[in-house]
């Protein structure tokens, strides 16, 4: 059994429709007044839930909620997503995408299920808490990072939870510093060896993520 949870609710749930199309696309919602999307940026003083079953909801600018419900389906992500409340739960679906998902001080992501989770390139950045109490794996693309920051912790239900040292927290910051260096010399980015040392950090950052939980 996995930890106690308190499920906060918040002031307007959406649920996706279940097609293709721009997460700003307000028709594709429902349980929303009309024109208004689930985003606290766009919509400053108000919390949303949103809910994805199936289709592809597709995100280009920066979006926040309080909860996601990812039961299915993919959120192409392109911008960044910030989870800021404590009820969001993974059950199936892909994150996809070369955007980042920030799971905000203080909230919480729970991964359950058998299924597999995927998160392809997509940068998940852990600066609350993120539980996983499934029996699928939990799988990145290349270019896909787990980035456990400092003082976040990364629960596994059967072992309990695991924080980020500082060991851990200055090879990501030394991994990002030299993948923005990269960025500033395409020659050097276009290197073989450089982007098999590329592949191997970004395969080690993640191995490092994961493994920790174990101790």
Not at 57 to 64: G, L
């Amino acid at each position: 059994t996995g930890p106690n949870i308190t499920l906060a609710v918040p002031s307007n749930n959406a649920i996706w429709d279940g097609t293709s199309g721009n997460w700003t696309d307000a028709t594709r919602w429902t349980c929303l007044a009309s024109g208004v999307v689930p985003n606290s940026i766009t919509t400053p003083g108000t919390t949303f839930g949103a809910k994805i079953t199936a289709g592809t909801a597709t995100i280009n600018t920066q979006v926040t909620v309080n909860d996601l419900l990812l039961l299915g389906g993919t959120i192409d992500n392109s911008s960044i997503l910030t989870i800021a409340g404590s009820g969001s739960d993974w059950e199936a679906g892909v994150f996809s995408g070369v955007g980042q998902l920030v799971i905000a001080p203080g909230a919480f992501l729970v991964a359950t299920t058998a299924a597999n989770h995927d998160f392809g390139q997509t940068k998940i950045t852990n600066q609350g808490q993120f539980i996983w109490n499934g029996s699928g794996s939990l799988r990145s693309g290349i270019g896909g990072e787990f980035i456990n920051a400092t003082g976040a912790t990364f629960t596994d239900a059967a072992s309990g939870p695991v924080q980020a040292g500082p060991a851990e927290a200055a090879l990501t910051q030394a991994t990002r510093g030299l993948f923005a260096l990269m960025e500033n010399y395409p020659q050097l980015k276009a290197n073989d060896n450089v982007k098999q040392l590329q592949e191997e950090l970004t395969t080690t950052e993640n191995k490092i993520a994961f493994a920790r939980q174990f101790y």
